[in-house]
């Protein structure tokens, strides 16, 4: 084969850190998702005059996180000062109290940088981060030079002020729900109709991560159900969306086989009284998952990892039980059944590897929360967003390791711990403690 | 990851010849498809007595290729003298005067056997040939041990007997080309309704190619459309069937890029009037591939390679195009284009390589004719029979290298010519012409 067609984290890679590499091109994607996400949810970020009738905040301001990377090759994180924004008709203001670090926010706020050797000036309001970047990833990080990136997904608070819209107005004082970068602040600007609104008596603590992985797990199962599909898969299973894609599962009495990867995993999702693991560091694992894939008919497989042969393994098991695990070999190509893999993760950012064995009827592709919610269409999303709400505290409930203030989020100690991306913790942002 | 999950392709490999176990892995794969073939096109090969009205050819016998697989590891081509079937009342009998010898035939008629060391007994209808099969790919071909298979997808020729019913009366006399496995013998019953009626002053040997390549070449088209696309992609493009989709292509006026592998097989596709040729074996196969995806707006392959990277180049470079090939680095990351390349041959048995760079817009998967044909339903699938009668010596029109009997299907020499698939090279088989 001709060079030149590597990818791009090889190519990276060649010219200095893959690691480094790797995070970059993760950082990219995400950016291109928050550009998606303002465009789609959020209001512009133009400067406005109060609208008659809306109850602005005049002449207050709000710390809000940013993360830049500059030109020499270091990132900086800080906090900057800003007005109160004024909202349009349509609009809200949001005190944002509670707002996730989920692992696709953490890509766009540390970037590609070596927070192992970060350097911290200031205090309070005042800190400042930096850490540098290795001279291949900035090749890649190119596209935001330059750019105060505003960080985090999503979000809850409270509504302090709205535009003179009913739809806006009747929201002032209530808990809400807000999707769409740029959380990591003390004021957030939102759409009305693009704010959750939340059941009497959910605190903003409850509701912070009612977006990314509470859609995602009920899109997963809405996507098996759409397709036709009996049972679901979901690889690396014991993460915090796992978990939550499990209790609805239970709920609703879809079977789901979950593929973990240590002894420890397999614990955490029986404590969750899951009933199909498969540990796939075991030595009995293609036989483990060819009997949860028959005792479940699952057909369609949600696979966060992305490089390696997992996706294939799973494909070409669900390709035996189908022509029949036990039959003679000649049985086992070409079975009718159609057996699906979607990706919607890169834990391994390596090339995905399908050993043929799965016969004519497969498909491997991506799969983004922000595509499916397209093509289903509003309807469908808000009837999901609606239960999500109405179980905010049962089957989309989130669990945080710690809660941090804004400042403490820039403790280079604090970073090192969110950044870990242990199984099982998951930081929360209070932007609106105090600072000092 | 723990062992036991090695494709059989492989973990037979490991025993034996790769080459060996991966065409026999391919023999099985047809063996497959043959089966399918058999129950949905094929009438029911039970003795049967002649229908009231039938037109039987009673006490006549016509004579059959067979493929047999030994228990002791040997594969063994004779000829088989049959009486010739009786019809049922929807059934007719063909006296088959032209049926080719397509890649897909050759795997289920050669086995895994080694051909070069064939030892050949008797003569004219007596012919037998027999040659070794080594011990790992007699494993893999259990399913076939000791089971006579009859071979050939598809043919044509007369028919000379009919069932009961009108539609099989009016068929008696007609050209006709049939479908279905079994068609290397001088007779072969068909259901009426499976006939493809040629218009008058067709030849047989001008339509005995009448199924697998032009519905294929159509079905691709047909799903290009159906998904919406604005061009396509043809791995493998110099085969009789790429040269078939660049002529219908060109008479569609439907975008097609066509991929091939040496000088050669450019200049094949150019005399024929190809606009786009990309030659992977050029080291500016990725520029050339941009350039012509950029032309076309192709966003569809179909690959017939399978193993290897370039389904995953290919889809790398629609994501390319399709973000701006020159836009800045982070614009190459999700688009919301969806690119989708399905898998329809297996020419490398290795696994399918996807480096990651496509975004998550895109989708891989396998292609088969029949899953094709079962998807779109019968009112399509007679649409797309009647323009291949209609364009039969035009757009479908096959070229044949050499013309051979049933008994020079079985000399050693020929054998070896019509099993090395060389690109152009195409054998059709006549089992009228006489055995001796």
């Known amino acids: 084969m001709p060079s030149g067609f590597d990818d791009l984290s090889v190519s990276v890679a060649q010219g200095g850190s893959f690691i480094g590499a790797a995070k ?47 030109s020499d090759g270091a990132l900086e994180l800080s906090l900057v000062r800003l007005p109160v924004p004024t909202p349009k008709d349509n609009e809200v203001v949001v005190r944002i109290e509670a707002t996730p670090i989920n692992p696709s926010d953490l890509g766009l706020l540390l970037s590609a940088a070596d927070l192992s050797v970060a350097k911290t000036s200031g ?39 709205a535009g003179a819209s009913p739809e806006a107005q009747s929201l002032l004082g209530k808990t809400v729900s807000i999707f769409g970068g740029g959380m990591y602040g003390q ?5 009305a109709a693009g704010c959750l609104v939340l059941p009497a008596g959910i605190k903003p603590e409850e509701a912070g991560s009612a977006f990314v992985n509470p859609l995602t797990a009920l899109g997963m199962l809405e996507t098996a159900r759409r397709e036709g599909h009996k049972g679901l898969v979901h690889t690396a299973a014991a993460s915090s969306l796992g978990q939550m894609l499990n209790r609805l599962c239970r709920a609703d009495g879809f079977p789901l086989v979950n593929i973990v990867r240590s002894a420890e995993q397999v614990q955490i999702l029986k404590d ?16 483990d998952l060819l009997a949860s894939l028959k005792a479940t008919g699952a057909t369609l497989a949600f696979d966060a ?19 029949g695990a036990s039959a003679e070999t000649y049985n086992m190509y070409g079975s009718s059944t159609h057996k699906q893999v979607y990706i919607y993760g890169t834990l391994d950012l390596g090339p995905v590897e399908l050993a043929r064995g799965s016969g004519m009827m497969w498909g491997v592709g991506g799969w983004l929360l922000f ?66």
Chains 1, 2 share one sequence.
């Open 272 to 287: 969750l009284g899951a009933e199909h693991i498969v540990n796939s560091a075991e030595p009995s694992f293609r036989d």
């Open 187 to 191: 004021f957030r600007t939102s759409k």
């Open 305 to 323: 990892i992305g490089g390696g042969k997992l996706a294939g393994q799973i494909l070409n098991a669900m390709e035996a039980v189908a022509a």
């Open 123 to 161: 205090k309070g309001a005042e800190t400042v981060v930096t850490a540098p970047i290795g001279p291949a990833a900035m090749r890649v990080l190119a596209g935001r030079v330059g750019k105060s990136m505003s960080v985090g997904l999503e979000g809850a608070g409270v509504v302090i002020s």
């Open 24 to 70: 970059a091109k993760l950082t990219i994607i995400l950016q291109d998702v928050n550009r998606h996400l303002q465009e789609r949810w959020m209001a512009p970020a133009a400067v406005r005059r109060p609208s008659k009738g809306s109850t602005a905040l005049v002449n207050q301001t709000g710390l809000e996180l940013r993360s830049l990377v500059k």
């Open 371 to 436: 595509h499916f919610l397209a093509k289903v269409g509003p309807e469908v999303e808000a009837r999901l967003k609606a239960r999500v709400a109405n179980e905010i505290k049962t089957t989309f409930a989130s669990h945080y390791t710690r809660t941090i203030s804004l400042v403490e989020a820039l403790d280079p100690d604090v970073i090192a711990a969110y950044s870990r991306r242990a199984t099982g913790e998951k930081f929360l942002i209070n932007p609106s403690l105090a600072v000092e």
